[in-house]
């Protein structure tokens, strides 16, 4: 499938000095992951929203430049950090944007193991 977002998109959500084919792969990385991943049906352009900032949490996590700073401190150096992050996606602001678009939840079940239960009506043969 061709790509939903382009490489001016994705530099309208994440500051970056990446050059632009190095962001045009990340952007067919997060392009394949939503087309496999997210099968429920979204509207199109919920899906290119979840593509963008996908590719933004993509280049955050391999960059390093993922968390907003509220505070800096020299002596003693201390740096605080907007938000509440976890592991996966919520570990950057763009991956847990991600999780918020995707309705079906197919982002946030990625990976989780299913289980499946069978009662047992009778134990006699």
């Excluded at 505070?71 to 992050?85: F, H, I, N, Q």
Aim: with cysteine.
């Amino acid at each position: 499938m061709a790509n939903r977002v382009t490489v001016a998109e994705v530099r309208g959500v994440i500051t970056t000095d990446l050059l632009d084919a190095s962001i045009a792969a990340y952007i067919g990385i997060a392009n394949s992951m939503v087309t496999a991943t997210v099968t429920c049906g979204l509207d199109d352009d919920i899906m290119k929203e979840i593509e963008r900032f996908l590719t933004a949490h993509l280049i955050a996590i391999t960059s390093g430049n993922d968390r907003v700073t509220t505070a800096e401190k020299l002596g003693e150096a201390e740096v605080k950090y907007a938000g509440k992050y976890g592991e996966g996606l919520k570990s950057t602001q763009y991956g847990q944007m991600v999780l918020a678009l995707d309705t079906c939840g197919a982002f946030a079940n990625l990976g989780k193991k299913s289980a499946t239960m069978r009662a047992i009506t009778s134990f006699e043969s």
